[in-house]
């Protein structure tokens, strides 16, 4: 097969390389360099954003301007000042022990600096999100970076190619634009660090390709996260949240409230709230300007799919909109929750990142819990209890990447929150100090003193070794 993304490729290569040179010649930027280049994409952002917004728009047919705004422009934007205040700290040398008695009057000290050139895989999501906010840390951390967008997102990947083109020298960060053939490339620089966010089937290939280089990766990858209800939270403003969460982004969002586990004499008061919830407060939802559109025809038939498998199956579907169908137009679809479906379902087996709620019954905590810690570990778990000690003890006998109590997807909005997977959900973190930290080398410094006893460790070994050994 010809490959389509020659010239792409050509270019990474291009400005793989002047990164490289760059990064040799100016290794370490001080830290008023950084808050320069941190105020740079401030800037960048905020002048682009109705052309962030435009193209949001014709990547998803429909996306809701306010969250274009507070997801893809304005959490960037706090998340770089949050940055800027802070990493003069961050980036401040730590004193680590060293033991007089041996080191004399040595010093130890971690001194975090650049790692160097770092790529940016990124999905389709959150396409500005997801690019620059990790594009805050790498610059914090004084690196160089060049950023990948999906090919499902074009009008995005052009605006994000300009952007950058516009506000950064290509030696110091660039955006190169392409398919699949061009994904596969990118894998396979000597990257000094990778960044990959999307899916785990496509995680584990980013891995491979990277153990070949020893290149260091970072996976943001997806899974099902759960919601854990106690039989005390089933009320209809923790349903509501619920819903809210399910519908951010039409549930394309990683941190999605995937399934719930509610107790079974609840269930019908959970279907009672979410009814009560979309009909008073999102009439019409679907055909809405707040319902983005799913991200392609493809997407759209898996989702209309997983309905149609769950019905086959004799599952109970409950489509929480009166009379809404599927739009394919503008690829949008009702929420509807699904009542103990079977596990074999591709509902239950994949994550559905679509607007599908499926609904589990459980007849106690510790088989609730016993279902969550039976799958693989998810990338956030979220837990409503009204007792604060239940909610805590729910966290202390589960896994996951990250957790909220009675709230869904909210800890990934706090910039200084570290973000990540566990296992099958990912490795690695970035937000604040934690992506500070990962994208940066922790290189440890020994300065030599007066005083210790560094005779004994080299030959010839004689008395003052045998001394210390007795
Ligand atoms: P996608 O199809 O856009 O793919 C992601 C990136 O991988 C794209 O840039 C794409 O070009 C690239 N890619 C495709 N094939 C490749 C290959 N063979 N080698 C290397 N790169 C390749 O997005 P997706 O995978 O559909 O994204 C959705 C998934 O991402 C979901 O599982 C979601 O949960 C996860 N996600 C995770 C986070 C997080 O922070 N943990 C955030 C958003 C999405």
């Given at each position: 097969m010809p490959n389509t993304d020659e010239a792409a490729i050509a270019q990474l290569h291009e400005a793989f390389a002047a990164q490289k040179a760059a990064f040799v010649r100016c290794l370490y930027p001080s830290i008023d360099e950084r808050r320069g280049h941190l105020a740079a994409l401030i800037r960048a952002v905020t002048s682009y954003r109705a052309r962030i917004k435009e193209a949001l728009r014709a990547d998803f047919a429909v996306h809701p301007e306010a969250f274009s705004d507070l997801a893809e422009v304005l959490s960037v934007v706090t998340r770089a000042m949050y940055a800027a205040e802070n990493v003069t700290v961050w980036a401040a040398d730590e004193e680590r022990f060293t033991d007089p008695s041996i080191f004399?009057?040595?010093?130890?000290?971690?001194?975090?600096?650049?790692?160097?050139?770092?790529?940016?895989?990124?999905?389709?999501?959150?396409?500005?999100?997801?690019?620059?906010?990790?594009?805050?840390?790498?610059?914090?951390?004084?690196?160089?970076?060049?950023?990948?967008?999906?090919?499902?997102?074009?009008?995005?990947?052009?605006?994000?190619r300009e952007m950058i083109a516009e506000n950064f020298a290509p030696d110091h960060v660039t955006v190169v634009v392409g398919g699949v053939d061009l994904a596969r490339a990118f894998c396979n620089m000597r990257w000094d660090h990778l960044l990959y966010t999307g899916s785990p089937a496509i995680g584990r290939e980013v891995a491979k390709a990277a153990a070949q280089n020893l290149v260091p990766v970072t996976l943001e990858l997806g899974g099902k996260s759960p919601v854990l209800l106690h039989e005390?939270?089933?009320?209809?403003?923790?349903?509501?949240?619920?819903?809210?969460?399910?519908?951010?982004?039409?549930?394309?969002?990683?941190?999605?409230?995937d399934?719930?586990?509610?107790?079974?004499?609840?269930?019908?008061?959970?279907?009672?709230?979410?009814?009560?919830?979309?009909?008073?407060?999102?009439?019409?939802?679907?055909?809405?300007?707040?319902?983005?559109?799913?991200?392609?025809?493809?997407?759209?038939?898996?989702?209309?799919?997983?309905?149609?498998?769950?019905?086959?199956?004799?599952?109970?579907?409950?489509?929480?909109?009166?009379?809404?169908?599927?739009?394919?137009?503008?690829?949008?679809?009702?929420?509807?929750?699904?009542?103990?479906?079977?596990?074999?379902?591709?509902?239950?087996?994949?994550?559905?990142?679509?607007?599908?709620?499926?609904?589990?019954?459980?007849?106690?905590?510790?088989?609730?819990?016993?279902?969550?810690?039976?799958?693989?570990?998810?990338?956030?778990?979220?837990?409503?209890?009204?007792?604060?000690?239940?909610?805590?003890?729910?966290?202390?006998?589960?896994?996951?990447?990250?957790?909220?109590?009675?709230?869904?997807?909210?800890?990934?909005?706090?910039?200084?929150?570290?973000?990540?997977?566990?296992?099958?959900?990912?490795?690695?973190?970035?937000?604040?100090?934690?992506?500070?930290?990962?994208?940066?080398?922790?290189?440890?410094?020994?300065?030599?003193g007066k005083g210790d006893l560094f005779d004994a460790f080299t030959p010839p070994y004689g008395e003052m070794a045998n001394t210390i050994a007795d």
């Amino acid at each position: 097969m010809p490959n389509t993304d020659e010239a792409a490729i050509a270019q990474l290569h291009e400005a793989f390389a002047a990164q490289k040179a760059a990064f040799v010649r100016c290794l370490y930027p001080s830290i008023d360099e950084r808050r320069g280049h941190l105020a740079a994409l401030i800037r960048a952002v905020t002048s682009y954003r109705a052309r962030i917004k435009e193209a949001l728009r014709a990547d998803f047919a429909v996306h809701p301007e306010a969250f274009s705004d507070l997801a893809e422009v304005l959490s960037v934007v706090t998340r770089a000042m949050y940055a800027a205040e802070n990493v003069t700290v961050w980036a401040a040398d730590e004193e680590r022990f060293t033991d007089p008695s041996i080191f004399g009057s040595a010093r130890a000290t971690i001194r975090r600096r650049p790692k160097g050139v770092i790529g940016n895989i990124v999905p389709w999501n959150f396409p500005f999100e997801l690019s620059l906010g990790p594009l805050v840390e790498m610059l914090a951390a004084g690196n160089r970076a060049i950023l990948k967008p999906s090919e499902y997102t074009p009008a995005c990947g052009e605006v994000l190619r300009e952007m950058i083109a516009e506000n950064f020298a290509p030696d110091h960060v660039t955006v190169v634009v392409g398919g699949v053939d061009l994904a596969r490339a990118f894998c396979n620089m000597r990257w000094d660090h990778l960044l990959y966010t999307g899916s785990p089937a496509i995680g584990r290939e980013v891995a491979k390709a990277a153990a070949q280089n020893l290149v260091p990766v970072t996976l943001e990858l997806g899974g099902k996260s759960p919601v854990l209800l106690h039989e005390d939270a089933i009320t209809a403003e923790n349903v509501a949240q619920i819903l809210g969460a399910k519908a951010i982004k039409n549930g394309q969002m990683c941190i999605s409230t995937d399934y719930c586990l509610v107790p079974r004499a609840s269930v019908p008061d959970f279907v009672r709230h979410a009814r009560a919830h979309m009909l008073e407060r999102m009439p019409g939802y679907s055909r809405s300007e707040d319902c983005a559109g799913i991200i392609s025809e493809r997407h759209l038939d898996r989702l209309v799919g997983m309905l149609a498998e769950a019905r086959s199956r004799g599952c109970e579907v409950i489509t929480l909109e009166n009379d809404a169908q599927v739009d394919r137009a503008t690829r949008r679809m009702p929420l509807s929750l699904v009542l103990d479906p079977p596990e074999d379902l591709a509902l239950m087996q994949e994550e559905i990142f679509g607007p599908i709620l499926p609904i589990k019954s459980y007849d106690s905590l510790d088989e609730a819990i016993a279902y969550v810690n039976g799958r693989e570990r998810p990338l956030a778990l979220y837990v409503f209890a009204n007792d604060e000690q239940v909610a805590e003890d729910i966290l202390a006998r589960t896994i996951s990447g990250g957790a909220c109590i009675n709230a869904c997807a909210a800890h990934g909005a706090v910039p200084s929150l570290g973000f990540g997977g566990i296992g099958e959900s990912g490795t690695g973190r970035h937000h604040g100090i934690d992506g500070f930290r990962e994208f940066s080398n922790p290189r440890g410094v020994f300065v030599r003193g007066k005083g210790d006893l560094f005779d004994a460790f080299t030959p010839p070994y004689g008395e003052m070794a045998n001394t210390i050994a007795d």
